[in-house]
């Protein structure tokens, strides 16, 4: 069975800090993709950052980066210059078997930005 | 803003009701699924639409249903409420050969 697992519950950070949240998941697939989702209080889902398995390159995108270990199948986020905005629950799902394909999510992290 | 709407946002029936969320994809995405996020978890996959047919669907058992419509449009149906179908209920979009979702904004389902 693929899983996902999230470590932490819960963390916080100082607003202009760097803080990465962790993930590992698990499956007997090559080709899958991974992906950080960001849900605020308003509930909204929102696309964080995507990491196609056969990539070598960690994705960025603007303070938003990963960590992404294949082998060890490891997907960490590392979001740098921290905003107030960011706070908010983030999910770590995983996708694989194309279009029939549908993410499965971790319990995810609540992130506390604090000014 | 993804373009993926739902209707309505929060909704309250009682035990043993039927209820039906809907969601408006954006056009050209083909593929819709649903998802159930119980409070203080990550959304479980429920099923999942491809060009009007279901084509996958997750650990959920018959009451729940859908339905998707040739403009872009569908429906999550749920007979016989119980307790524990109180949850968000995310629809998620995308287009042809993308692996890549997008969700509305949910519908907060309370069953008293």
């Known amino acids: 069975a693929q899983t996902v697992t999230q470590s932490q519950p819960e963390m916080s950070v100082q607003e202009a800090e760097t803080v990465t949240l962790s993930c590992t998941y698990d499956?007997?697939?090559?080709?899958?993709?991974l992906f950080w989702y960001k849900q605020p209080p308003s509930r909204q889902m929102i696309l964080v950052i995507r990491?196609?398995?056969?990539?070598?390159q960690n994705a960025t995108e603007n303070r938003f980066s990963v960590n992404f270990q294949k082998a060890a199948k490891s997907f960490s986020l590392k979001i740098s210059d921290s905003q107030l905005g960011d706070t908010a629950m983030y999910f770590c799902?995983?996708?694989?078997?194309?279009?029939?394909?549908?993410?499965?999510f971790g319990k995810g992290t609540k992130l506390s930005v604090k000014p | 803003e993804t373009g993926v709407t739902q209707s309505p946002t929060h909704l309250i029936k009682t035990r043993g009701q039927q209820v039906t969320l809907r969601c408006s994809s954006q056009?050209?995405?083909?593929?819709v699924s649903w998802y159930q996020q119980a409070l203080g978890q990550g959304p479980q996959f429920i099923f999942q639409?491809?060009?009007?047919?279901?084509?996958g669907r997750g650990n959920f058992p018959p009451r729940f249903s859908g339905l998707q419509f040739p403009n872009y449009s569908s429906e999550l149906n749920v007979n016989a409420l119980e307790l524990d179908d109180s949850a968000l209920y995310l629809c998620?979009?995308?287009?042809?050969?993308?692996?890549?979702?997008?969700f509305g904004p949910g519908t907060r389902l309370l069953v008293l």
């Open positions: 990491q196609e398995a056969y990539k070598q």
């Open positions: 799902a995983f996708i694989w078997g194309g279009s029939q394909g549908n993410l499965i």
């Open positions: 639409y491809y060009r009007e047919e279901e084509n």
């Open positions: 998620a979009s995308r287009r042809d050969g993308q692996e890549t979702q997008y």
């Open positions: 056009s050209g995405h083909n593929t």
């Open positions: 499956t007997s697939e090559s080709n899958y993709y």
